[in-house]
């Protein structure tokens, strides 16, 4: 089969694809969007560098095609801060020191956003579980830990002071 168009959101922007069927997400969005956030590590469903949220769930951008996620809403990292401003996280891991290299910090920074909806107080066994899909070679999670119960603890707070 060649290739067919499909439209998808990403962050926000309705997009028309032209893709073959067997294109995978991940493929999509780093070469035909030119949004390179996620990134490609292993592209066997192991590392989680390739993270998006797909319609309010952490999805492996090289575990689905594109086709599959037709009429639906794709968020990347680039996604969730606003131009000029980076969202709490980042500033928390950019405080925390919760990356080194930065190779996974886009996949674990848009898992950590979506496990703090699923989960808005985390304990840090819940953060460490809640993560257990992403994998980092350089801080031993330490600081990854540390930077999102840190905006955790910031986002409930605001959040108490808009009460
Ligand atoms: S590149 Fe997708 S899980 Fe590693
Ligand atoms: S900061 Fe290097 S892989 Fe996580």
Same mark, same amino acid.
């Given at each position: 089969?060649?290739?067919?168009?499909?439209?998808?959101?990403?962050?926000?922007?309705?997009?028309?694809?032209?893709?073959?069927?067997?294109?995978?997400?991940?493929?999509?969005?780093?070469?035909?969007?030119?949004?390179?956030?996620?990134?490609?590590?292993?592209?066997?469903?192991?590392?989680?560098?390739?993270?998006?949220?797909?319609? !309010?769930?952490?999805?492996?951008? /090289?575990?689905?095609?594109?086709? #599959?996620?037709?009429? +639906?809403? %794709?968020?990347?990292?680039?996604?969730?801060?606003?131009?000029?401003?980076?969202?709490?996280?980042?500033?928390?891991?950019?405080?925390?020191?919760?990356?080194?290299?930065?190779?996974?910090?886009?996949?674990?920074?848009?898992?950590?956003?979506?496990?703090?909806?699923?989960?808005?107080?985390?304990?840090?066994?819940?953060?460490?579980? !809640?993560?257990?899909?992403?994998? /980092?070679?350089?801080?031993?999670? #330490?600081?990854?830990? +540390?930077? %999102?119960?840190?905006?955790?603890?910031?986002?409930?707070?605001?959040?108490?002071?808009?009460?």
């Amino acid at each position: 089969m060649g290739k067919q168009h499909y439209q998808i959101t990403v962050n926000g922007e309705a997009k028309d694809i032209l893709a073959e069927p067997r294109e995978l997400l991940i493929h999509t969005l780093r070469e035909q969007l030119n949004i390179t956030g996620p990134h490609v590590g292993c592209e066997t469903s192991h590392c989680g560098a390739c993270t998006v949220d797909i319609d !309010g769930r952490s999805i492996k951008a /090289c575990t689905v095609f594109t086709a #599959q996620v037709a009429g +639906k809403e %794709i968020t990347t990292v680039e996604g969730l801060g606003e131009p000029g401003k980076l969202h709490i996280l980042q500033e928390m891991f950019k405080e925390h020191h919760g990356l080194q290299c930065g190779y996974c910090t886009p996949g674990m920074i848009t898992r950590a956003h979506r496990l703090l909806q699923e989960i808005p107080n985390p304990t840090e066994e819940e953060v460490r579980f !809640g993560i257990a899909g992403n994998l /980092c070679r350089c801080t031993g999670y #330490q600081n990854i830990v +540390k930077s %999102i119960l840190a905006a955790a603890a910031v986002m409930n707070a605001s959040q108490e002071a808009a009460e």
